[in-house]
């Protein structure tokens, strides 16, 4: 076994990967493991990347709703000491030493576990958690957050921004971005729209309905759109990830892929992300044990390989569970083409704390032998691929948010039509009132805003290449003074209900019921928020005008998110 070892070895640079030309070259690094929870972690994590030639890594920094950074909106993690913020270091050293190494932030998405913290997510909301057809709320892997609720996916999707707000890095990462199971998606909220939107009576629909599935499937599709939307606008460099499910046998055909337990069982269309372009990068999961289930893994990598849309896909491979000779006979098959002719741009490993098995099958931890025979298959760093669509955009988007304007809660089960340049697309908003449509040729389009109750509204929007275009509606009439600024403010009498439009919050106020500023005026909510107003968010509100010290305050507010401005 050592001989055959060392002759793999010698052979590999010769035919494993492509010489120079630039791929992603990742890895996953955990954060219940040794990683980036001290200094000497991140500094010796990064030589080791750098040792091997890996030009990126996949750092958790969320695992059940803590924060591995300065969070504005979820405790610390606790195996961090005080002050040491591991995210600003990482990046740091990551980016101020050669070679340059990417930082992706990796955020378990709905899984979330039993974060006892008593500012968690779970402590303060836990009917934001998904629940089994039989009330439970741990399906045998996490527990965690139906998307189907409009708190729970708000929560979820404002943690990446505040990632990519506040921390220059070079992509997010999804995880566990989809439902524990067939059984699982029976949030009473969630149930309730989707009752609502089929004009079902009351009452729990069958886990096997295809309607109720695709209802699954749309919640967590509609998390990552939005996330993706909202990332480009606040920075469109920032790269979207996700690692994906390819549990089992991978697809022979495209037709099969409705059959695969990501789209069938946990309601995961990674297919359609990339297909749709809401997804950047896919790193799909093909942890196979070479072995066992060499076929599997091939198959699986051919289908990704052919279904990656004018995006990218990073074939995820789990040398924690394979000898390193394994593990490089499938980092060789990485890059063969398929029949199509279509490659990968890139691998990533799983996972940094678990290198490989000893050949009894036992787990070992940072063998130095695994990246001394990566770095002899690379052969030398090389960059990242460029994002084409990014660097050098064709495109634009469109995306907004819908709200009545009376209440302005969400105008739930609104459809949206969009039509122009040749496209014809529709969507139904979120259940936080949100819309969004990618990649579009320029020019100008026809938005047509279908409401439940209510005539239409059609609107027309120019799209221009690599700008998101924004476009927020407030439905019937909001009972009070719509106000775009302070000059039309400073006019109005105290007593006065209005409406304030997208205003841009200048701070927060912590401690004082989500007390928040947009510049001068003062807004005063009472009760305590689920999620406080921060800095750049762009905010709907509707209150009482008065003053006090001659400076204006907003009593009584009601106040929605619906914009964010750019990072500067």
Known sequence: MRWLFVVVLCLLPAFATPSGEPQMRAIWVDGFNEGIKTPEQVDTLLARVRQVGLNA??????????????????????????????????????????????????????????????????????DYLSLSDMGEDYDGEATKIDPGHPGAADWTFRTYLDVIRHYDVDGIHFDFVRYGGERWGYNLVSVQRYNERRGRPEGFPFFKSE??????????????????????????????????????NGPETDEAWTRAAAYSRVYQDWRGWMEEGILDWNFPMCYYNE????????????????????????????????PIEDTLKQ???????????????????????????????KEQKHNP???????????????????????????????????????????????????????????????????GFVHLPPGEYQVTVQPRVGKALTLKVKVEAGKVTTCNLLLGDTGAKRVKNLAELSRLPEGTQVVLTEWAVTSGMPGTNGDFRLGEVTVRIPGELPLAFIAGDVVTVKGTLRRENGQAVIDGAKAVLVDMLPKR
Not at 80 to 86: K, L, Q, R, T
Not at 89 to 100: C, D, V, W
Not at 334 to 349: D, H, S
Request: hydrophobic share 35%; aromatic share 14%; proline share 6%.
């Open 331 to 361: 980092l060789q098959r990485v890059w063969e083409p398929t029949p199509r002719g279509n490659k990968p741009r890139g691998v990533c490993f799983y996972s940094y704390a678990t290198t490989n098995t000893d050949p009894e099958g």
């Open 57 to 126: 890594v996949v750092v958790q920094v969320r695992k059940s709703a803590d924060a591995y950074y300065n969070s504005h909106y979820e405790p610390r993690a606790s195996d961090i000491a005080e002050g040491f913020d591991p995210l600003a270091y990482l990046i740091q050293k990551a980016h101020g030493e050669k070679p340059y190494i990417q930082v992706h932030t990796w955020l378990n998405t709905c899984a979330v576990g039993r974060n006892r913290h008593p500012r968690s997510l779970q402590s303060r909301f836990p």
């Open 369 to 435: 032998a695994f990246y001394e025979a990566l770095g002899k298959a690379f052969g030398g760093w090389v960059p990242v691929p460029p994002a084409m669509w990014k660097e050098k955009p064709m495109n634009g988007h469109i995306k907004g948010t819908i709200l009545h304007g009376d209440t302005l809660d969400p105008a739930d089960h609104t459809l949206v039509v969009l039509k122009g340049m040749g496209q014809e697309r529709e969507q139904y908003v979120d259940g936080t009132g949100f819309f």
């Open 291 to 322: 072995q066992k289930y060499a076929r599997w893994l091939d198959n699986w990598m051919r289908f990704v390989k052919d279904h990656q849309y004018q995006h990218y896909a990073a074939i995820g491979l789990g040398n924690f569970l394979n």
């Open 211 to 248: 309607r109720f599935k695709q209802w699954r499937r749309d919640q967590v599709t509609a998390l990552v759109r939005k996330t993706y939307l909202y990332a480009w606008t606040v920075n469109p460099k920032v790269l979207v990830s996700a690692a994906t499910i390819t549990w089992g």
